[in-house]
């Protein structure tokens, strides 16, 4: 699916993609990132089209989603982690 897509399918539900990002806990930033991409990746877009076919059938998707009470994925800090020191050892070794 492509972002303009995603975005529509938004529109349809009434969500911003910060709504979007606090109802399936996704990093706001991670989605918009995806703009950049010109694609959304599957299971996301799947999320988005599943909760507009609730809508249309009258299912209350929000309290769905919040009752299996999803939490944020931590992050693990990669990227810009601190150097680590070699030991002596170590440094022998390489």
Do not use: H, W
């Amino acid at each position: 699916m492509t972002y303009i897509e995603f975005s529509k399918v938004l529109v349809e539900l009434d969500l911003s993609i910060a709504t979007f990002s606090q109802i399936v806990k996704i990093s706001y930033k991670n989605l918009l990132s995806y703009k950049k991409k010109e694609c959304v990746p599957n299971s996301i877009a799947a999320l988005a089209v599943t909760f507009l076919e609730m809508k249309k059938n009258g299912i209350d998707y929000k309290s769905f989603i919040e009752s299996l009470e999803f939490e944020y994925k931590k992050s693990n800090g990669s990227g810009f982690a601190k150097k680590r020191i070699l030991t002596e050892d170590e440094m022998l070794i390489n």
